[in-house]
């Protein structure tokens, strides 16, 4: 896997969650199976099978998380243009067809939450402002068709 660039934000998000699966719900788990295992015959207890088997997906998600961890490299914006749209940016945007303005944050596949303003650097639109600067127009195809922007102002 290649490296992972996070924001501080999203790097302490990651960390909550990896110490919340191993520090609670590894615990919860735990108890679960025990209690499973206490109404009798495992070989054909249900409740055992199902809590062992979110036992297995717990423990998967961990280490998923801890080499997502490992890989992660946090953005340091002092050593970032500051007028190009990379990752990390804070971009508004207008759209050229609609007029309306739109303001995007570029991040990893990790942090992305359109709800938050928050779009992947992977994604269609993410990708076509990549590497753009302050008053440029850029032309984004995605399955609809073209999208068409003005970049007004970037920002970190």
Not at 14 to 24: M, R, S
Not at 30 to 40: D, I, L, P, Y
Not at 97 to 124: F, M, N, R
């Amino acid at each position: 896997m290649d490296e992972i660039y996070l924001t501080k934000e999203g790097y302490q998000k990651l960390v909550e969650e990896l110490e919340l699966l191993k520090k609670v719900r590894r615990k919860e788990l735990s108890k679960a199976v025990g209690e499973a295992r206490s109404h009798g015959d495992i070989s054909e207890n249900a409740e055992y099978d199902a809590a062992k088997e979110a036992q297995a997906l717990n423990e998967r998600k961990i280490a998923e998380l801890e080499e997502k961890l490992n890989l992660v490299r946090i953005l340091d914006y002092e050593n970032i243009p500051k007028d190009e749209v990379l990752v990390g940016a804070k971009v508004k945007i207008k759209d050229l067809d609609t007029g309306e303005e739109l303001e995007y944050t570029l991040v990893s596949e990790l942090e992305a939450d359109y709800s938050q303003g928050k779009i992947s650097l992977s994604s269609p639109v993410g990708k076509g402002l990549l590497e753009h600067k302050k008053n440029e127009t850029v032309e984004i195809k995605i399955p609809a068709g073209v999208l068409r922007y003005k970049i007004m102002e970037i920002s970190r």
